[in-house]
């Protein structure tokens, strides 16, 4: 089975601060995401990654980052963290183009 | 752009009866499809998924879905539901680059005794 694992369950940072979420899959996958979640907006895609040292922008890239050095780890950065970057962020994976999305349980981000 | 829209936000069903839930897709072409299903503070777990050929897909918990293109549909439907089944479903389209997806912005099951 696989496992995609988020390093943080709950995080609480100060508005300003630099912040690293992480996400490492265990199956090799060659693709990797970063949504983030928001009651009533359902997910929108951050960041993605097609293979190593390659990412795209996806919905709603500002304020954010991304950095994947090794195929199995995805990190999502926040350069200076707001309010408005309050949410449940998901990170996932997937094999190859086409196939489907395994997913994280999530980080649930504060920033106060 | 690809695109679905999920037109119930919450739903309320009694245990064994059956369920439907609705999911409308925007895409030129044929579509792929996906339901998942989010338990409270989980990820998201895939329930089945619609690429081509028969369009009734069978998935897993007892869940199956059917592609209707004359309706842009692709609603989930269970004959009977469990207690367990109460969580959030999303549904899903394939973007165009084939990488990532778009999701509903989901429907919430309540599931009464």
């Known amino acids: 089975d696989v496992k995609v694992t988020q390093s943080s369950r709950y995080l609480v940072k100060r508005t300003g601060e630099k912040v690293f979420l992480e996400c490492v899959q265990d199956m090799d996958h060659e693709n990797m995401f970063w949504y983030r979640q928001d009651p009533g907006l359902g997910l929108r895609l951050i960041y993605f990654?097609?293979?190593?040292?390659?990412?795209e922008k996806g919905d709603i890239p500002e304020g954010y980052s991304v950095s994947r050095e090794k195929k199995e780890r995805f990190s999502l950065i926040l350069e200076s963290a707001s309010t408005n970057q309050t949410s449940m962020y998901l990170c996932?994976?997937?094999?190859?183009?086409?196939?489907?999305?395994?997913f994280g349980n999530g980080t649930r981000l504060t920033v106060t | 752009a690809q695109s679905v829209t999920q037109p119930d936000i919450h739903i309320t069903v009694s245990e064994g009866a059956s369920l439907e839930l609705r999911c409308n897709y925007s895409y030129g072409a044929t579509p792929y499809l996906f339901w998942y299903v989010q338990s409270p503070g989980q990820g998201l777990q895939l329930l089945l998924k619609y690429f081509s050929g028969d369009t009734l897909v069978q998935g897993i918990k007892g869940f199956e879905a059917e592609f209707k293109r004359s309706q842009s549909s692709f609603n989930l439907r269970k004959p009977s539901v469990h207690w367990s089944d109460a969580a959030e479903y999303f549904c899903a389209v394939r973007r165009d680059s084939g990488y990532a997806l778009n999701f509903g912005k989901g429907t919430s099951l309540l599931v009464t005794p």
């Open positions: 996932a994976s997937s094999l190859i183009r086409n196939s489907p999305l395994h």
């Open positions: 990654s097609y293979d190593v040292k390659m990412k």
